[in-house]
């Protein structure tokens, strides 16, 4: 399934995606079309999770649309002269969901690790720690939920079953932690964004829309624990005054984040066990 990065930019850096308001973005001398939209799509409503492609179109002298999917979970389209955004929006509503299937069969045909399949006697990373499986009380209709120092699920459920229903409650779950923690720290670092979606990258956790202000978080960042998701969550706020990955961006992490390379350590041993255990 997931392949392990070579070098921490490489994979797991978080990087960041324009969203559908402009027309065309400017980048190293050429124009290219920016596009974020939910991968089946839907139109986006703020406080729920939706998986997000995120897709750079460029245009060629092409007649056919080609599509470049990335393991950091980003794609480039080559498409035609005269191609808009109108059009790569509509490419994407009717092929959204291929296109993502693709990139999730790619990612798992990479894997390199043998995976131990999970059972009700597997343990859930939950917020840096791992939860033991409880059976729901009968009567229970709820679905599951994380309560006491446990992971509650119906009774029954495969190893792929128990998966799924652990990354649901992680997306139902994922705006409230995270929308709380993105407010403090604005307000702390005086910065704004716009927007906060709630994705689900594997290997991208995290993104900042340069001219939305959005920010997306992987619901599966509820695996790490509050000093990472705070590393990152600073980290995407951070892009709202210094876009770019250079030494401005690095100078106000450190000013706000005076342990910003333990946390990026943290950060990239805990993908590292994460990828392992077949959760990333």
């Known amino acids: 399934?997931?392949?392990?990065?070579?070098?921490?930019?490489?994979?797991?850096?978080?990087?960041?995606?324009?969203?559908?308001?402009?027309?065309?973005?400017?980048?190293?001398?050429?124009e290219f079309l920016d596009l974020s939209v939910p991968a089946d799509g839907s139109t986006y409503v703020e406080g729920t999770f939706a998986p997000h492609l995120h897709m750079k179109g460029i245009r060629s002298k092409r007649k056919t649309i080609r599509v470049i999917p990335y393991a950091n979970e980003y794609f480039e389209l080559l498409v035609p002269n005269g191609f808009t955004l109108a059009d790569m929006k509509q490419f994407a509503d009717e092929n959204g969901q291929e296109i993502s299937d693709?990139?999730?069969?790619?990612?798992?045909?990479?894997y390199p690790y043998e995976i131990t399949p999970l059972s009700y006697e597997s343990k859930i990373p939950y917020l840096g720690e791992y939860l033991?499986?409880?059976?729901?009380?009968?009567g229970d209709e709820s679905g599951g939920y994380f309560r006491d120092g446990a992971v509650y699920l119906k009774p029954g459920l495969t190893g792929e079953e128990i998966r799924e229903a652990v990354l649901r409650l992680l997306g139902e779950?994922?705006?409230?932690?995270?929308?709380?923690?993105?407010?403090r720290?604005?307000?702390?670092?005086?910065?704004?964004?716009?927007?906060?979606?709630?994705?689900?990258?594997?290997?991208?956790f995290g993104m900042y829309n340069d001219v939305s202000r959005d920010i997306f978080l992987s619901r599966r960042l509820l695996m790490m624990n509050d000093a990472v998701i705070d590393f990152l969550i600073v980290h995407e706020l951070a892009h709202a005054e210094e876009f770019s990955h250079g030494s401005e961006h690095d100078a106000l992490m450190h000013s706000i984040m005076p342990n910003?390379?333990?946390?990026?350590?943290?950060?990239h041993e805990t993908c590292s066990r994460l990828i392992k255990q077949g959760w990333i």
Not at 102 to 110: A, F, I, N, S, T
Not at 132 to 138: K, V
Not at 173 to 183: N, Q, S, T, V
Request: proline share 6%; net charge positive.
């Open 260 to 267: 910003y390379d333990e946390c990026d350590d943290a950060f």
């Open 173 to 183: 779950m994922a705006y409230g932690i995270f929308k709380e923690k993105l407010d």
């Open 1 to 30: 399934m997931r392949k392990q990065p070579k070098s921490k930019g490489e994979v797991f850096c978080p990087h960041r995606s324009s969203d559908i308001k402009p027309k065309t973005s400017a980048y190293g001398g050429f």
């Open 185 to 204: 720290f604005a307000k702390a670092m005086n910065l704004r964004y716009n927007r906060l979606a709630i994705d689900d990258g594997r290997r991208s």
């Open 132 to 138: 033991p499986i409880r059976i729901l009380p009968d």
């Open 102 to 110: 693709g990139l999730q069969k790619m990612l798992d045909e990479e």
